[in-house]
């Protein structure tokens, strides 16, 4: 079985599966906050890691990303082990981009996609987000302003599916890190992210 952790009501009417980013694991800060501040009577969060992840969780070696048919196994893997009849998928960054790749076949309640690659850093020219154009599943996309993956104006140019709902982060870049003079906080910004995907879950 799958290491994982849990927050929340075990017996929520909600489940949020919420995958890491190629870089950090499940205990990353920002995932923490995420988890701990969504999670309640009405929503279990169960976070947990991709197998190049567990690896490196038990021998400390740093690892690329496993490739894609493997991550998209795992996805499958974990949302059948955690079945659930309001099951919601979420991603920080390749976590999400693969959880956006099996959700229509897969038919969760929806989609959350925090921060999603829409290309390299510096490189428009290699899109991976052309499958969000016909994506049928309810989808809250989540991005910094700043996303060097994907900011505001290059996002302004990509065909989005009516299914997803974009949400920028106050001048937030890929982990949501906004300026000192912008004004906004970084725990401001995880707030307002949570609020908004508390929202999502519960309107679906």
């Known amino acids: 079985m799958t290491k994982i952790l849990t927050n929340g009501n075990a017996q929520a009417p909600n489940r949020v599966l919420l995958a890491h980013g190629a870089g950090a694991g499940m205990d990353h800060s920002v995932m923490t906050a995420l988890a701990e501040g969504l999670a309640d009577e009405q929503i279990q969060v169960v976070r947990f890691e991709f197998p190049y992840m567990q690896k490196t969780r038990s021998d400390g070696r740093k690892r690329p990303p496993d490739r894609e048919p493997v991550l998209l196994a795992h996805w499958r893997g974990l949302a059948a082990e955690f079945a659930h009849p309001r099951l919601f998928l979420a991603g920080k960054s390749m976590g999400g981009r693969m959880a956006s790749l099996v959700a229509d076949e897969l038919a969760p309640k929806g989609l959350i996609l ?91």
């Open 114 to 204: 925090l921060g999603f690659p829409f290309h390299p850093p510096g490189k428009p020219e290699r899109f991976r987000g052309q499958h969000l154009a016909t994506m049928a599943t309810p989808t809250l996309l989540l991005q910094g302003e700043r996303d060097t993956f994907g900011n505001r104006q290059d996002v302004a140019n990509v065909d989005l599916s009516e299914a997803v709902q974009p949400c920028w982060v106050n001048d937030g870049d890929h982990s949501f890190m906004p300026r000192k003079s912008s004004g906004f906080t970084l725990e401001q910004n995880l707030e307002a992210i949570v609020a908004r995907m508390r929202s999502f879950i519960l309107a679906q």
